[in-house]
Structure formats: structure tokens, C-alpha cells
């Protein structure tokens, strides 16, 4: 069992306060386990000014509260799974300009999962799964009298029911294969018969939406003293948009202290209830993606990696807004390309952690919304440089400290508008963001763990840059916060 409490705060109101509990037992075969969290904060303390030149202090009106309950029993081959969701914020930002008041969004997540692992002999293991879902995105029910200050009212249903079936299957010491099939059924429902008629109603002024999706997978793997070959592919066909074909190969060997991965995988994402209900038209799009990875053991305590990937995306699902009017389209292309090296250090002492990525858009990319005028290696939003230092030392058995730093360069985004109402995009300036923790375990007595840090240090101020060209200026993210954290631990 572990009981455990976190205060944050920000220079002149709280940051964040929160309670979690996870408790676990094992009794013979029989195994439980319960976590639940519960938790309030603040997205920031800072003024937002939207496109219009209008602003709106968040301290007090940029709140998030998260609830969430996860239980899990295991008996034998049976895994029952049962999860709880409920996210709550507060926001007077809309689509590009703000509202007069603040409204309520609610996102409720409600999930159980039942599989079973049949053993067949020391070879052969089946495992039926039944699984549920239904969430509530975006719930709005706050509706002004203001034609000015209109805020979007959203109330529907996702429900999605999954059945499937695996088998695992060891020919031999070398040779596996996993292959099944699964069958989905999708549906979204209005909850509110007021506003079927209206913008938020699905295709057609319906109150509902539903689709079926069936799908068989295969995959193979030998291992042999050349190298490790992965051959797979999954098959899906759609009631709404037909059939997909998605095969992957991988090849990987470790060589002594030298190891290498290469990975070819073709990969699609069919349109979801309100991709559909915002364009019927809608197409699936589909991912190449080609990786390459090579890593060497330096010592017994470090290691060094490298990762190479280029990913294509055509007939990409792209989200765009008109007014306060949600769509989608498809694009022709886009895609990426980059890098990812890493360095890890693990002595007794503690550990060290360096990262560095790299990306660039394609040179042929189409999707218009992403786009950085003065620069097509770049989309709007993201840092094409990112360095990450993540270490922890042992200053005592008992007593560490954790210092961590993310450096981003410099990214493009919207600032203001011009006199034809067209976004007007600059750079912002490059971030480093840094955290202190010092951790004390058994902290005056044996169980109860004590810790407290400080987040952005130097008062970097990130903001989170809209990522694709909807007018809404760059929003504050959290400021400098110190923090403190306690949890209690009863038992193994």
C-alpha cells in the first residue's frame, strides 16, 4: 500500500495539489490491485492575450481537476480490468478569441477489459479478450445568451465494443508466431435531442453514427545465428471505407556489445465518428515508416544508441477549424525525418541520462495548416532541437538529488493577425527548462518518502504554441514551482 500527497506553488497561488492511493495483494493465485488519484492545479498564473488583443488573467481561471480510479484482478489465466476516468478544466480561451466567461469541459473515460490465457500444452496459449470504452469528450453544457461569447455545446457518446482472439504459438526455441483476429464496433450517440439539429449533430442532422471494423493479424519471428527476422501483417476491413493491408519486416542482431535494428512498417488510421460526422468524404491514411538503429556498450555501466527514422504519411487526417467550427480533411502528404542519440550511465553513485533529436518536415509536405512560411523544414509548434539531461545522485543510502534540463531551439508560431484577418507567424525563443528534486526516503520514519524541488528554475515561461494555423495565439504554461511531495509506503 501507498498513500501519497503533492503540493505545488506557483509565486502567488497554487500550482497543484494532489492525492494518490495504489494498494496491491497477492493471495496464492489469486492477485488484486486498486489505484486511484485525485487532483487539482492550475495551467498557469499568467495573463493570455488572444488574437484580438483581448486578455484574461489564469490565475483562478485555468484550472484542472483530474479523478481517475484503475482496479485489476488476476486469477490464474484470468485478467479482469476495470478503469474510471473523469478530467475537468476550466478555460476561457476559445478556438481564437477568448469568452466572457469561463467554461467547464468535462472528458469521462469509462473502460473494462476481460482476456483469459488458455495454455495448450508447453507450446501452444489462446487468449479470448472482451474490452469496453466509452468516453464523453469535450462535454459542454454551458450555453450563453450572448451571441458574443459563444462557447461550443458538445455533449455525445463514444462507445466502442472490441471481441478478439490471440494465439501464441513457439514451433520452436527459434521459430514463434502470434496470429488472430479481432472484430470492433464503433458508435457515437448525441446525448441531447436540442442539438441534433444544429452544427453539432452527426452526418445529416442523425443522432447517431456507427461503424464496424473486422481484422486479422500474423506475425512471424526467427531467430537465427545471421539475425533476428520479423515478418508480420494485419488486414482490416471497414463497413465505412473498405480494406486496409498493412505489413511490417524487421531485422535485428545483438554482436557482442554492438546491437542494430532496421524496421520497414506500412500502417493506416481509419477515420473516427466525428473525423466522419465533420467530413462524410473522409478518407483512412496511411504511415511508411523506414528505422534504423544501432547501439554499443561502451562499458558495463553505460550505453550509447543512435536511431535514424523517415516517415511518410499520405491522404493524412489533418484538423483545421472555420470560425469556431470544427473539420477535417485529408492532405496529400506529409511526413518527417530525424534523428535520436542517447547516452545512458548507471554506477552506484546514481544515474545519467543525455538525449538529443532532431527533426525536419518533408520538402514536399502539403499540409498547408502545419506550415512555416520562411522555413518548409519546420511545422508550427514543434522545436526541431531537443537536448534532455535527466541524473540522480546518491548524496546517502537514503538522500538523492535529481537535477534534469530540457533545452528546446527555437519554434514558429502565430502572434498576431494582419489587416485581410491572415495569420502573422514569428520565431520564439529558444527554452531551457530546469528541475531540482531531492528525495529522502524513510524520512524520520521507516515507510514515509519526502521530496522537494523546483520546476523551471530560471523562470523560462513555456508557452504552448498551437500546432497548426487555428489563430490561437501561444498559451502560458506553468511558471517557476516549487513543490513538495510525501508518501507513505505499508508493506513489500
Same mark, same amino acid.
Given at each position: 500500500l501507498e498513500v501519497s500527497g503533492q503540493y505545488g506553488q506557483y509565486s502567488d497561488t497554487y500550482g497543484r495539489r494532489n492525492l494518490s492511493l495504489a494498494y496491491g495483494k497477492r493471495l496464492d493465485k489469486l492477485s488484486i490491485s486498486v489505484g486511484g488519484f485525485i487532483g487539482q492545479a492550475q495551467l498557469s498564473n499568467k495573463t493570455y492575450t488572444d488574437i484580438n488583443g483581448d486578455a484574461y488573467n489564469m490565475k483562478g481561471q485555468s484550472e484542472i481537476r483530474p479523478l481517475s480510479v484503475n482496479v485489476g484482478i488476476g486469477y490464474e489465466g484470468l485478467s479482469v480490468r476495470l478503469f474510471a476516468e473523469k478530467y475537468e478544466n476550466k478555460t476561457l480561451d476559445n478556438y481564437d478569441a477568448i469568452t466572457k466567461y469561463a467554461t467547464l469541459q468535462r472528458f469521462e473515460t469509462y473502460a473494462a477489459n476481460v482476456k483469459y490465457d488458455f495454455g495448450i500444452g508447453k507450446s501452444l496459449i489462446l487468449t479470448p479478450q472482451v474490452s469496453y470504452l466509452r468516453q464523453l469528450p469535450w462535454n459542454n453544457k454551458s450555453v450563453s445568451t450572448n451571441e458574443n461569447d459563444y462557447s461550443p455545446y458538445y455533449d455525445k457518446t463514444v462507445d466502442r465494443i472490441k471481441a478478439s482472439l490471440t494465439t501464441l504459438y513457439d514451433y520452436s526455441k527459434d521459430l514463434n508466431f502470434v496470429f488472430g483476429g479481432e472484430f470492433y464496433r464503433d458508435k457515437g450517440v448525441v446525448n441531447t435531442s436540442d442539438i441534433v439539429s444544429s452544427d453539432e449533430s452527426f452526418v445529416e442532422k442523425n443522432d447517431q453514427l456507427s461503424y464496424n471494423n473486422v481484422a486479422f493479424f500474423a506475425q512471424g519471428t526467427y531467430n537465427s545465428s545471421f539475425a533476428n527476422f520479423t515478418l508480420g501483417a494485419r488486414y482490416d476491413y471497414n463497413s465505412t471505407f473498405g480494406g486496409f493491408f498493412a505489413p511490417r519486416v524487421a531485422v535485428t542482431k545483438v554482436i557482442d556489445r554492438f546491437h542494430f535494428k532496421l524496421l520497414a512498417d506500412r500502417a493506416f488510421r481509419a477515420p473516427l465518428v466525428e473525423?466522419?460526422? +465533420?467530413?462524410?468524404?473522409?478518407?483512412?491514411?496511411? +504511415?511508411?515508416? =523506414?528505422? +534504423?538503429?544501432?547501439?554499443?556498450?561502451?562499458?558495463?555501466?553505460?550505453?550509447?544508441?543512435?536511431? =535514424? =527514422?523517415?516517415?511518410?504519411?499520405?491522404?493524412?487526417?489533418?484538423?483545421?477549424?472555420?470560425?469556431?467550427?470544427?473539420?477535417?480533411?485529408? +492532405?496529400?502528404?506529409?511526413?518527417?525525418?530525424?534523428?535520436?542519440?542517447?547516452?545512458?550511465?548507471?554506477?552506484?553513485?546514481? *544515474?545519467?541520462?543525455?538525449?538529443?533529436? =532532431? *527533426?525536419?518536415?518533408?520538402?514536399?509536405?502539403?499540409?498547408? *495548416?502545419?506550415?512555416v512560411p520562411e522555413n518548409k523544414n519546420e511545422h508550427l509548434g514543434f522545436a526541431p532541437h531537443k537536448v534532455t539531461i535527466n541524473s540522480s545522485f546518491k548524496i546517502t543510502e537514503k538522500l538523492s538529488i535529481s537535477p534534469s534540463v530540457i533545452l528546446l531551439s527555437k519554434r514558429d508560431g502565430i502572434y498576431a493577425k494582419d489587416a485581410g484577418g491572415n495569420s502573422e507567424m514569428r520565431e520564439f525563443k529558444a527554452l531551457a527548462l530546469a528541475n531540482l528534486y531531492v528525495l529522502h526516503r524513510d524520512f524520520l520514519t521507516p515507510g514515509l518518502d519526502a521530496g522537494a524541488g523546483v520546476y523551471d528554475i530560471f523562470g523560462q515561461n513555456y508557452t504552448f504554441i498551437q500546432p497548426y494555423d487555428g489563430q490561437h495565439l501561444p498559451l502560458p504554461g506553468p511558471p517557476r514551482e516549487f513543490v513538495v511531495r510525501l508518501a507513505y509506503h505499508i508493506g513489500g
Open positions: 473525423n466522419i460526422s +465533420a467530413n462524410p468524404d473522409i478518407k483512412p491514411e496511411y +504511415a511508411t515508416v =523506414f528505422e +534504423a538503429e544501432v547501439g554499443y556498450q561502451l562499458s558495463k555501466s553505460s550505453f550509447l544508441s543512435a536511431n =535514424f =527514422f523517415y516517415q511518410t504519411i499520405s491522404d493524412a487526417i489533418v484538423y483545421y477549424t472555420l470560425g469556431s467550427q470544427d473539420n477535417y480533411t485529408n +492532405a496529400e502528404k506529409t511526413g518527417s525525418r530525424g534523428m535520436e542519440l542517447e547516452y545512458r550511465l548507471k554506477e552506484k553513485w546514481g *544515474y545519467l541520462n543525455l538525449g538529443y533529436s =532532431f *527533426y525536419a518536415t518533408m520538402s514536399d509536405d502539403e499540409v498547408k *495548416y502545419y506550415a
